[in-house]
Structure formats: structure tokens, C-alpha cells
């Protein structure tokens, strides 16, 4: 009789150890849901739609330009600096983008520039600046920084799109 008292208290513990288990898995993964919609108020909150401005930067190159870092200015002053890895590099070949920059600006005109380095044709180190002046108004913009191959002219070739 006792061996059966002792399996069946092993047996309860083993339900008050999955129970105790399911408790956690579910805490996990409400903690990822507010998470999630913490981040989400966060970008609502600190940067209103009407006043974002996002910039991305878009890569379509395979032969002529290898990405090493990126600046971004807004009006001359140093916005977003970015290092770029050999993996990440590879992920922009395959299709990704990357925020470089979030923020908030008054309706007024502004100058985007941007300060591409890497490794050009022939494996000679390679610096670029493309800029463009915008007029922002009460409507979010947001910006691609596109980096494609120039085969005709054996050149990288460096755009500021505006995609809002």
C-alpha cells in the first residue's frame, strides 16, 4: 500500500511540474507580447507620423562595390554611423534593408547627406557623398539610400529616393 501512495504523490508531482512549466511558457510569451506593444507605443509616442522622418539604405550590388561604413547627415550634423560587417553585407545581397535613422523634424527644408565608404572597382578603397535638400511638412518622409552597380560605367552609383 505504500508503494501506491508514493506513485501517486510522484505522479502529482509530476503534474504540479508541467503546470508550473505551461505557467512560465505562457509568462514568456505575454512578457514578448507587451514587449512588442511597448515598442510599438514607443515609436508612436516618440516619433509622431507627422513630424518622422525614417531614412533606409537599399543595396543592389554585386561585383563593383563592397560596403564598409556609412554616415548620415541631416543639415551638416553627424545623424547616424553604421560599421558594416561581412554577414550584413551579405544581407543586403540577399534582399535587406537597414534603418539608419528615425527622428522627429519641424516643417522647414533640410539637407540629407550621406557618406558611403567601402571598397570600389579593383579593390582600391572607395569614398562617396550624394545629398539631396528636402522640404518637410507635416507628413512623415521617409528615404532610401540605394547603392547599385553601374555596369556600363564600371562604377558604384549612389541615389537619395524619396519613397513617401
Known sequence: MAVFNQTVLASDDEEKELSLQEQINTQKQEMIEI????????????????SRVSVFLVMDVAQLFVLEKIKLLLNN?????????TRE????????????????LEPGKYKLTAIVLGIGPRGR????????VFIKDNKRKIFEITVEDDVSKQQPVFYINDVS
Open 125 to 132: 578603397p572607395y569614398k562617396r557623398g550624394v545629398s539631396g
Open 77 to 85: 550634423e553627424l545623424v547616424a554611423e553604421q560599421v558594416y560587417s
Open 35 to 50: 514587449g512588442r506593444d511597448i515598442k510599438m507605443l514607443e515609436e508612436v509616442l516618440l516619433y509622431p507620423s507627422k
Open 89 to 104: 553585407v551579405t544581407g543586403f545581397g540577399k534582399g535587406a534593408a537597414q534603418r539608419l535613422y528615425i527622428g522627429n
